[in-house]
């Protein structure tokens, strides 16, 4: 190679190395296949044990209380009172006590569909259906179960936009 030639490759290195950097850190849309399945990634291990590895996992979403509660009152479900926090005894108050008000923790709804007989899944509630999805809804730091329903259907609103992946091709299309 010529002199000129061997000045020019730490350029052609920048400008490659600076067209990288530019399509990597451009702008995004909103809209991601992952958003919600990331915040969720920790409680998937502990749905997978709940359905026993039975079924296909067909929903990740994350979900506050209030609408985890109302999911619940759809299916005939009555959603447990949240604790209401009391002060210790032995403190002293000076003026009217006012209830605080807890923190709810984050919670993700996981949705397998297959045959579940009754009493296949501990803790369904209402523990004497049988049905083709399992609800969990689960808190995701420090992996728990804060409540499972089992159903035949689906309630509106909660089917998948997208149901089907391709590994091969990374396609995903909706349901038609």
Not at 17 to 23: F, N, P, Q, T, V
Not at 83 to 94: E, G, I, L, V
Request: aromatic share 6%; glycine share 6%; charged share 15%.
């Amino acid at each position: 190679m010529t002199t000129l030639r061997w000045r020019m490759v730490p350029a052609v290195v920048a400008g490659v190395a600076l067209a990288l950097a530019a399509a990597c850190s451009g702008p995004r849309s909103g809209a991601s296949a992952t958003s919600e399945v990331s915040g969720c990634a920790a409680v998937l291990p502990l749905a997978r044990d709940i359905v026993h590895d039975q079924g296909t996992l067909t929903l990740i979403r994350r979900i506050n209380q209030a609408d985890a509660d109302a999911l619940a009152r759809k299916l005939g479900v009555t959603p447990a009172t949240p604790p209401q926090h009391q002060p210790p005894s032995h403190t002293r108050h000076r003026g009217p006590y006012l209830p605080t008000r807890i923190r709810q923790p984050k919670t993700c709804l996981i949705v397998y569909h297959g045959n579940y007989p009754r009493g296949m899944i501990a803790r369904a509630s209402p523990p004497a259906v049988a049905g083709h999805y399992a609800l969990m809804v689960l808190r995701v730091r420090h992996p728990s179960i804060d409540r499972i329903l089992v159903t035949d259907t689906l309630p509106a609103g909660l089917h998948p936009r997208f149901i089907h992946f391709d590994m091969l091709t990374f396609t995903m299309w909706p349901i038609s």
